[in-house]
C-alpha cells in the first residue's frame, strides 16, 4: 500500500548504522474492529534520535507502542529493532528495549524499592547490580526519600516518576515512552522532560507519544502526526515550524475527495505544499492569493464543491488541528 500521506517531510537521515526502530506498512486491527487501529505505518528511529508521535485520543499511539513492546502482534507489516526483526529475537531486544507504558505497570501494594527491585529481576538482574540500578533509579526519579513507602499512597506525578524509572532499570539503550507526561503536577512533568533529555544527550534513542504539542515541540528532533492510525505527517521539528513560516489556505470541502486530488494539487504552480484529510484541505504557499482561484478549479474539477475556505499563516498548533479535528471523517 502506498503511504497516503501527500506530504512527507521525512529527510532520509543517513548515519551509517542502523536504525533503533523501524517499521514498515505496519498494520494492527482488532478483532471485529470496523477500521484498523493502525494502518501501514512506516516510521524511522534513527540511533540516538528523538522521536515524537503527536496524535489526539484514539489516534493508535498505545496500539503502536504495545506493538512495539511485544505485548501486542501486528496483523501485517514489520518491526525492526536495531536492525532485528522484534518476533524472532524477543530475548535480545529485551535486553535493550525500556518500555514506559500510558497505564503506570507498578504494583500498588509493594513499596517504590520493592517494584524496582521485582522488575529489576524481570530483567534479570540481581544481587549488587541489582541494588545498585535500584538506587540509582530512584535518585533519577528524585523518590529515594520515599522509596519505603507503598506505592498506593503515591501521588499520580510519583506513580509516573516511577513508571519511567522502571523502564530504565535494565539501562536500555532504546526507550519507548507512552504519553508519560498525562495528568501530573508541572514539577513532575518537568522532571520527566530533564531526564529525558538526558538520556537523548547519553545517546538513548527515544520514541515518545504525546497529544501535547508543546511537549513533542520542545523535546523532539523528529514528529509524526498520526490520526486514525495512519501518518499524516511527519519531519523534523524545523520542518513542521516552517509551515508557520508559509501562509496557508485551508478548505473544507462538501465530499470525500479522491486520491488523486493530493496529487494533483501538489502540481499547482506556486504552489509550496498540499495535504489532505478525510474532507480537510491545507495548502501553503508564498503568495496564497495568486493560487487561490486555481485551487477552487482544481477541486470542481473534481466534482466538489467547497464548503468553506480560510487564508492566514499557520502555526503548528493549527496545522495539528485542522489534520485531526476534520468534521467530515464520521
Ligand atoms: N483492545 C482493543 N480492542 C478493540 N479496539 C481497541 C482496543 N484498544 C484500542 N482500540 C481502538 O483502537 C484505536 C486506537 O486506540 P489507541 O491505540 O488506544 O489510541 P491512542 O493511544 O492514540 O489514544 C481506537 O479506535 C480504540 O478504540
Ligand atoms: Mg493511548
Redesign the pocket.
Known sequence: MNNPCPFSMQHAVKTGGVAAIELRQLSKR????R?P??NGIDLTVREGGFFGIL????????????VLGGLLKPSSGSVLINGQDLQRHRAAIKRVLGMVP?EPAIYPTLTARENLEYFGRMQGLTGKHLQSRVEACLEIAEISGEADQRVEHFSGGFKRRLNLVIGLIHEPRILIL??PTVAIDPHSRALIHQRLRELHAAGISILI?T?YMEEAEQLCQEIAI?HH?RILVQGTVGDLLAMQRNETIQMQLTGDPPAALAQKLQKLPGLQNAFVSGRCVMVTAERPDEIAVQLMQTVHEHGLGVHSMGFGASSLEQVFLSLTESKAEK
Open positions: 482488532y478483532k471485529g474492529a477500521a487501529a493502525l496524535g489526539p485520543n484514539g489516534a493508535g499511539k498505545t496500539t503502536l507502542m504495545s500510558q507512552d504519553e507519544s497529544h498520526m492510525g
